[in-house]
């Protein structure tokens, strides 16, 4: 397990498991609990690089960035830490 910690967004940390390069398993600490629990479990089996294509650069209200947006920053990471 890797945990990410992500900036300028309500969750606190985000726990992200890969089977490779594919998402396994991904859960939020903080943040809006029913929505982030949707998105964990619409991107497992997807690969990182498909998770980014969906959701980077979505934003939250005013903010330059979002959970889902983090959530691609911490897979990332999490794909190169792995390796």
Do not use: H, W
């Amino acid at each position: 397990m890797y945990r990410y910690t992500p900036r300028g967004v309500c969750s606190r940390a985000i726990d992200i498991d890969l089977d490779g390069d594919k998402v396994a398993r991904v859960e939020f600490v903080g943040g809006c609990d029913g929505n982030l629990k949707a998105v964990s479990k619409l991107i497992e089996g997807m690969t990182v690089e498909d998770v980014a294509a969906a959701l980077e650069g979505n934003t939250c209200g005013r903010r330059a960035t979002s959970c889902a947006d983090q959530l691609v920053k911490g897979l990332r990471e999490a794909r190169q830490a792995a390796v």
